[in-house]
């Protein structure tokens, strides 16, 4: 003790003397630290002392900022990291609580390499403890931080390493998160996206907590296991796994697991057209995040909510959800929620006619995107910026962004390389490169789309573009089977889309009046949701079916209607350029449909 005392003195008196000789001043509140007024003079100071100094040095620093600091008021996370940098280098185990409130604190706030660092820091030191509580937090909190900066195969490497941990210290219930942790990326849309290997993991985790009776892992197993199938395209079976989960986690009380489940329930029930119970948990799931205080997962529900609202044809509470989702994810500096909440907006904008901001949200998203790692936007944003594009006569630059969506599905998101497939395919249909497209969408046969709504639709649209192209027989049936899928799922934009397209293939088939029908159904459901996108083009064709008809007059008077509508989508335009540009090009596309193909 005496020894101790004395180098606690000699340390006190070197700084004093360093300080005294103006080499270093004690920093203010706000700066929590000895601050070296030259860099030069702070290493050549430091650099002299022994390990050992080197080591007091650390520990008396890391003390006297604990005694001043972190214990009459909250630690800030900038004296958590001090502190936690300071007994690390002392060689102190003090460092670990720490390094994990710095941790946690870099994640909140996004820096997600900071968060690996200091998760990384507080494991080194949690690794000779006999408490494996903390263990499987760090390394689940790392895992995430892994993640949301768009690493991966390293978070995978990290859960795998937890399962080895789990293995030397015959440890089962860390064993358990371990293949909990590595079963939730192998069942979302990522790099690591693996059905078998999901399924294998869900199956051995599974029957380990059925061992343990851990409730709660079971809970999030079966969430694993309703991510997988809705992936995989099974929502009957997403939903059973997905309302298991949801029994589970509301007996084992565990609040957010039963959140999370609901939140992905969202996308369950929207699939399968179930809107009552799509609504009820969406508003569950917001009112579960915001008694949680959970910011960044309340932005992410009302973003989801907005999307679906969009799909629906409901473009007022899209808007209105997207509102909220992003001004909560700008509150918090949530790059990933700001990006996710503007898909919604891009969406109705869309739809409505409003291209300019359409496109300018979605050029956001994806900026946005890129900066959180929010990688399904570059195929799925994409996508939809390629269709914008086409829809205003952009096509080359329609084309190159359906290219880099397509591409990036390609090398990175495999399980949204139906939706990158097919906007590159309507891409080069529109630009002429039948054979391009033809070939690409060889390799992704109608069945391929599988659990996301919209990459279905589009998947047999883009089939079905094709066929109209090749005036093959095919384009009927494939038509039909666009809007049976649509209609099953009731989502209205997507059946209008569905209609026109069923609509040019009863003309070229010589059904005339079917295709009066059709497209009267689908001018009505267009006007009943503003849908301004798809309205001109629809007048067009009933101006085209009119013509076949022989009626001269309906026609000319669709005409007309389809030519104003159009107009409309144009005075909208502030471009210059793109406004010309739109109006040739719809001139020509109201010409061609308009015509009669019977003659």
Not at 46 to 63: F, M, N, Q, T
Not at 167 to 173: G, L, S
Not at 241 to 259: D, F, V
């Amino acid at each position: 003790m005496r020894r101790d005392y004395n180098q606690r003195m000699s340390l006190g008196l070197q700084l004093q003397t360093l300080e005294k000789a103006d080499l270093i001043r004690l920093a203010t509140a706000a700066e929590l630290a000895y601050l070296f007024r030259h860099a030069m003079v702070q290493e050549a100071a430091y650099g002299s002392l022994v390990r050992a100094a080197r080591r007091r040095l650390h520990r008396a620093a890391a003390e006297v900022l604990e005694a001043l600091y972190g214990h009459d008021q909250p630690l800030t996370p900038e004296v958590a990291a001090l502190l936690a940098q300071h007994y690390h280098q002392a060689g102190d185990a003090r460092a670990q609580p720490f390094a994990t409130l710095a941790g946690e604190a870099a994640l909140a706030r996004y820096a997600n390499a900071e968060a690996v660092m200091y998760f990384t820091l507080a494991l080194e030191w949690a690794q000779h403890s006999p408490d494996a509580a903390p263990l499987a937090a760090l390394y689940a909190a790392r895992g995430r931080a892994l993640e949301l900066s768009g690493q991966f195969t390293e978070a995978v490497q990290n859960y795998q390493a937890l399962g080895a941990v789990a293995e030397a210290r015959n440890d089962q219930r860390l064993k358990l998160k371990a293949l909990v942790q590595e079963g939730i990326l192998r069942s979302n849309v990522n790099p690591m996206f693996d059905p078998p290997e999901g399924h294998r993991l869900a199956a051995e985790a599974l029957e380990l907590a059925a061992a343990l009776n851990d409730q709660e892992a079971e809970a999030k197993v079966y969430w694993n296991r309703m991510n997988l199938h809705r992936f995989e395209g099974d929502n009957t079976a997403a939903r059973a796994n997905g309302e298991q989960s949801l029994a589970l986690a509301r007996a084992a009380g565990a609040a957010e697991q039963e959140a999370a489940t609901l939140n992905d329930l969202i996308h369950v029930y929207g699939t399968l057209a179930a809107w009552p119970e799509h609504l009820a948990v969406a508003a569950e799931a917001a009112q579960r995040w915001r008694t949680l205080g959970n910011l960044p997962m309340l932005a992410d529900s009302l973003a989801t909510v907005s999307l679906w609202a969009a799909l629906r044809g409901d473009y007022d509470l899209a808007l209105t959800a997207s509102a909220e989702a992003g001004q909560i994810a700008r509150s918090i500096n949530n790059l990933w929620g700001q990006s996710y909440s503007l898909s919604g907006t891009g969406m109705a904008l869309w739809h409505r006619g409003d291209y300019a901001q359409a496109m300018q949200l979605t050029r956001e998203c994806l900026r946005l995107a890129g900066q959180a790692g929010y990688i399904a936007a570059f195929v799925l944003n994409g996508a939809q910026l390629a269709g914008m594009l086409a829809d205003v006569g952009q096509l080359e630059a329609a084309l190159a962004e359906a290219q880099k969506a397509s591409d990036f599905a390609e090398a990175h998101l495999q399980p949204l390389r139906p939706m990158g497939v097919s906007a590159l395919a309507l891409a080069q249909i529109a630009v002429g490169q039948l054979d391009a497209a033809e070939a690409n969408l060889r390799t992704v046969p109608v069945g391929d789309a599988r659990g996301l709504l919209w990459a279905i639709a589009q998947l047999l649209k883009a089939h079905g573009e094709m066929a109209l192209a090749r005036r093959s027989p095919e384009a009927l049936p494939l038509a039909q089977q666009q809007l049976a899928v649509v209609t099953e799922m009731r989502a209205l934009p997507l059946e209008v889309e569905a209609r026109l397209t069923l609509a040019q293939a009863q003309r070229q088939a010589g059904q005339w009046p079917e295709a009066r029908a059709t497209l009267r159904e689908a001018r009505r459901l267009a006007e009943a949701i503003t849908m301004r996108r798809l309205l001109w083009p629809v007048l067009a064709e009933l101006a085209g079916v009119a013509a076949d008809a022989g009626d001269a007059a309906e026609a000319q008077t669709f005409r007309a209607e389809a030519q104003a509508a159009a107009d409309s989508i144009a005075a909208g335009l502030p471009d210059p350029a793109m406004r010309a540009t739109f109006e040739h090009w719809a001139a020509g596309q109201i010409a061609a449909r308009a015509r009669n193909l019977q003659g």
